[in-house]
């Protein structure tokens, strides 16, 4: 099992503050089932030089994979990656650097509240570039969430939707959007998004259990399957999207 997204390296973004944290939260990893993490700080270009990002990540990294030396029982496998604030300038950096270690995928995060300017042209260069984006947490942009047509069109042209394992959990109306999307196969992947053990634990297998039990195994295994296929830099399962439609005033 592979959680694509989280914040567990020590002292760098508003993930885990310290070593003790990071530590707590990979033992929730491990505890949920998953063997293979990709370690994804915020990182802002417009506000950030990438250089120097790129040597906080690694001294952070490095910090954290010294102290698992002292510990047991933390055999996962890891990878570098980042989660990468929509700018307009992003096509134009190295973003091969902020790529999950030695695949094409780009984990990218927008304004909850506003679409972003020149959104579609900066997808489609990075495309052209050979990488593929992954949009993070797909429930929590407002701006989006009444428009399946855009995620269905992303979804139908390679570009992968993650969603956080959490909000399912809490079931609700949150969930139960998350829900169809993962339906209609415009959702590919399952991430826990863990920032700190009590208020944003890593619960990834939690998630999966819950699609399990409510949208299927085959959901689930695939779910699963896809985040195991992206960690090794193959392409997601081939499930084409559908297209939602508008009942009584919802999305089904």
């Known amino acids: 099992m ?3 997204h989280c914040h567990l390296l020590p002292g760098i973004d508003d993930g885990a503050k310290d070593l003790d944290m990071s530590l707590e939260l990979l033992r929730q990893e491990r505890n949920q089932g998953v063997t293979n993490i990709v370690f994804t700080s915020h990182f802002r270009p417009d506000e950030e030089d990438l250089h120097d990002f790129l040597k906080a990540r690694n001294r952070a990294f490095g910090s954290l994979m010294k102290a698992l030396e002292q510990q047991d029982g933390y055999n996962f496998s890891y990878k570098l990656g980042a989660e990468v604030y929509f700018s307009p300038t992003l096509d134009q950096l190295d973003v091969d650097l902020l790529c999950f270690t030695r ?7 927008f304004s909850f509240t506003r679409e972003p300017a020149f959104l579609d042209r900066v997808l489609f260069d990075l495309q052209t570039k050979g990488i593929v984006p992954v949009i993070a947490h797909v429930e929590r942009y407002e701006w989006l969430k009444d428009r399946p047509d855009i995620l269905h069109s992303w979804a139908n042209n390679g570009i992968i939707i993650q969603s956080n394992a959490g909000p399912l959990l809490r ?12 339906e209609h196969n415009i959702v590919k992947v399952l991430s826990s998004d863990a920032h700190h053990p009590k208020h944003r634990p890593a619960d990834l297998g939690s998630g999966l259990m819950y699609v399990s039990q409510n949208l ?3 959901k689930a295994r695939e779910l699963l399957q896809n985040g195991n ?3 090794r830099g193959e392409d997601v399962i081939d499930n084409p999207p559908t297209m939602p439609k508008r009942r009584f005033g919802k999305w089904v």
Do not use: H, V
């Not at 609700?172 to 993962?182: Q, V």
């Open 216 to 218: 299927g195994q085959e």
């Open 2 to 4: 592979t959680d694509l």
């Open 229 to 231: 296929r992206i960690f």
């Open 103 to 109: 695949t094409p995928y780009l984990l990218m995060e």
């Open 171 to 182: 079931e609700g109306e949150t969930a139960r959007y998350i829900s169809m999307l993962i």
